[in-house]
Nanobody, 123 residues
Framework: QVQLAESGGGLVQTGGSLTLSCAAS????????MGWFRQAPGKEREFVAV????????YYADFVKGRFTISRDNAKNTVYLRMNSLKPEDTAVYYC????????????????WGQGTQVTVSS
C-alpha cells in the first residue's frame, strides 16, 4: 500500500513557474514508476509526465514538453513536477500516481493516487 500526498499548487500568472511535490508513504517507493496527471473542469483526466523507478527514463505529454520537468528523490520518497512558462490552459487539478508495473502513460495502469493539488494560471 502506498499513500500519496501532493503539495505546491496555487495561483500563478501566465509565464510563471510552480514546483509540485508528491510525498509517498512506505518503504517501496523506489519500486514504482511515478506519474503526474491533470484534470481540468469538465474534462477527462490526462497524462502529463512519467518517470521510471531509477529516474533513467522520463516521458512527457506533447503539450508540456520543454516546459515541465519530472524528477524524483527516492531517498525522500518524493516525486516532483517543475512547471515553467505556465499557460491558462494548464489550469487543472494535478495528481501524482504510482505504478507498480510498467512505465506507462495509461491511467488504468496506475495503482495508487493522491488527492490532487489545484494549479490555477491567470491570464
Amino acid at each position: 500500500q502506498v499513500q500519496l500526498a501532493e503539495s505546491g499548487g496555487g495561483l500563478v500568472q501566465t509565464g510563471g513557474s510552480l514546483t509540485l511535490s508528491c510525498a509517498a508513504s512506505g518503504r517501496t517507493f523506489s519500486s514504482y514508476a511515478m506519474g503526474w496527471f491533470r484534470q481540468a473542469p469538465g474534462k477527462e483526466r490526462e497524462f502529463v509526465a512519467v518517470i521510471s523507478r531509477s529516474s533513467v527514463s522520463t516521458y512527457y505529454a506533447d503539450f508540456v514538453k520543454g516546459r515541465f520537468t519530472i524528477s524524483r528523490d527516492n531517498a525522500k520518497n518524493t516525486v516532483y513536477l517543475r512547471m515553467n512558462s505556465l499557460k491558462p490552459e494548464d489550469t487543472a487539478v494535478y495528481y501524482c500516481a504510482a505504478n507498480s508495473g510498467s512505465f506507462s502513460r495509461q491511467i488504468y495502469e496506475y495503482d495508487y493516487w493522491g488527492q490532487g493539488t489545484q494549479v490555477t494560471v491567470s491570464s
